[in-house]
């Protein structure tokens, strides 16, 4: 490989997830964006497709019994003379610590607004995430087919809430029955929406120029109203600047209907030109490592069971941070310090398995994984570092998790910190008891653990309920403060999945009590896994 093909491949990739409300329109985007990659002929088999491999999976039952969709895939497809890769965040809330670690592992990311109900509690909390690395953020204000809020109002709403400042591309010309395209004020074109288009890639209707007289011919007096309107919101609002797109600061906005498939080809256009190219990241070395190093490495940032049910094996994804990854090629399994060949890597194109020979920085590759492979690991050419900025998340919800038989402890323990270790829920043991204690953020994960537990591990087990309210993982520089706080605090405290010691409170009150009296001790919400 020569330096310049790989800057070649990097130049070429953007790697985007999408972070919405639900129901927002995130599969609908999806599955318009893949049309537009021409990955699939006829948009609208995302959602509705029944592939045979995951229909078995009694996991995968569950799921589709709850209507919701756990998995995470990761679609690779062409677009202009780019590739895209998108990683696809489970939408449901109780998943949300696999959909921040996703967030990880993209390097820009599509945000879809309800045009009729603007700014959603869960497009807050991703907003939050995606700030812990300022990552750039594209806007689709989506359902312009149906009555929404007035766009300006929406714009401000994103800027106030969110702290973004927006900067509009296209403008919405109309809405609901009377929707009829938009303005791209970028590049000064009329483009005309036509309805019931939805499933295919529609022919261009533009007409050049705003003060062109045929657009007065077209749209009759709502084309002065219109050029009005445009100049009230050049004057109102923001224009693109790439660098403060770059620096999380400012989003491109687009609007459309992602149902009409109407839009989403001029966020993918900006996506393609502005976006960044696959970005290095942090090490515990402190040195950064920069994508077109020649040197392989990677990181693990999801696990995800039975994929194939015939084979029960867990799959790693893996984000490639620098260098190029060959089929049979030998990498360095930091954390266990081995050598491993990797003869078997799969790629996911719309959730099918794949075999790849070769795949570049900012592709996901999926790891064949029999228990070695942790979330955060890091994978190199052979040298000793580890990427820093994979989160664990507190858990806000707890049970005591308790077998119907026994004498089967030890494979529940075992079982537990395998779940734990793929992300699936955390696990506290305190050091006073030997109780165990489920910790989850959605309280989906509890039955998907029975579940799992009785599928995987042959265990039954059962829950009680607990009084504890949070977990801090703590941590004190200071050895003998350190000591002394773990002797005093010791009812409180356990150990996690990964073996880090965590304060469980069983109250906001105490823990807040507890934080006062022991200042010398740090209290973190999040973990570095
Ligand atoms: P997700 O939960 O964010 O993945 O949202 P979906 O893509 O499943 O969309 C939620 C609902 O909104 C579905 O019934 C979609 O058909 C509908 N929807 C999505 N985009 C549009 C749109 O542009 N216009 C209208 N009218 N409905 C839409």
Known sequence: MS??????????????????????????ITEKVLLHGQKIQKAGTVKGKKSGQHAKSDWMEMEKERGISVTTSVMQFPYRDSLVNLLDTPGHEDFSEDTYRTLTAVDSCLMVIDAAKGVEERTIKLMDVTRLRDTPILTFVNKLDR??????????????????????????????????????????????????????????????????????????????????EINLVKGASNEFDLELFLAGELTPVFFGTALGNFGVDHMLDGLVEWAPTPMGRNTDKEEFVDA????????????????????????????????????????????????????????????????????????????????????????????????????????????????????????????????????????????????????????????????????????????????VATARWVYCDDAKKFEEFQRKAQHNLSIDGGNALAYIAPTMANLSLTQERFPEITFTHTKEV
């Open 3 to 28: 330096k310049q093909s790989l800057i070649n491949e990097i130049n070429m990739r953007r790697t985007f997830a999408i972070i919405s409300h639900p129901d927002a329109g995130k599969t609908t």
């Open 292 to 467: 077109a190093n020649e040197k392989f490495s990677g990181f693990v940032f999801k696990i995800q069971a039975n994929m194939d049910p015939r084979h029960r094996d867990r799959v790693a994804f893996m984000r490639i941070v620098s260098g190029k990854y060959e089929q049979g090629m030998k990498m360095k399994h930091v954390r266990l310090g081995k050598e491993v060949r990797i003869a078997d890597a799969l790629t996911f194109v719309a959730g099918d398995r794949e075999h790849v020979d070769e795949a570049w920085p900012g592709d996901i590759i999926g790891l064949h994984n029999h228990g070695t492979i942790q979330i955060g690991d890091t994978f190199t050419w052979g040298d000793e570092f580890k990427f820093t900025g994979i989160p664990n998340f507190a858990p806000e919800l707890f049970r005591r998790i308790r077998l119907k038989d026994p004498l089967k402890q030890k494979q529940l323990l075992k079982g537990l910190v395998q779940l734990s270790e793929e992300g699936a829920v955390q696990v506290f043991r305190p050091l006073a008891s030997n109780d165990l204690i489920v910790g989850a953020v959605g309280m989906l994960q509890f039955d998907v653990v029975v579940h799992r537990l009785r599928a995987e591990y042959k265990v039954e087990a059962i829950y009680e309920n607990i009084q």
């Open 147 to 228: 009555d929404i809020r007035d766009p300006l109002e929406l714009l401000d709403e994103v800027e106030d809430v969110l702290k973004i400042m927006c900067a509009p591309i296209t403008w919405p010309i109309g809405q609901g029955k009377n929707f009829k395209g938009v303005y791209h004020i970028a590049r000064d074109e009329i483009i005309f929406y036509k309805s019931g288009q939805g499933h295919r890639i529609q022919e261009v209707d533009i007409i050049k120029g705003i003060d062109n007289p045929e657009l007065d011919k077209r749209i009759g007096g709502y084309a002065d109203e219109l050029r009005d």
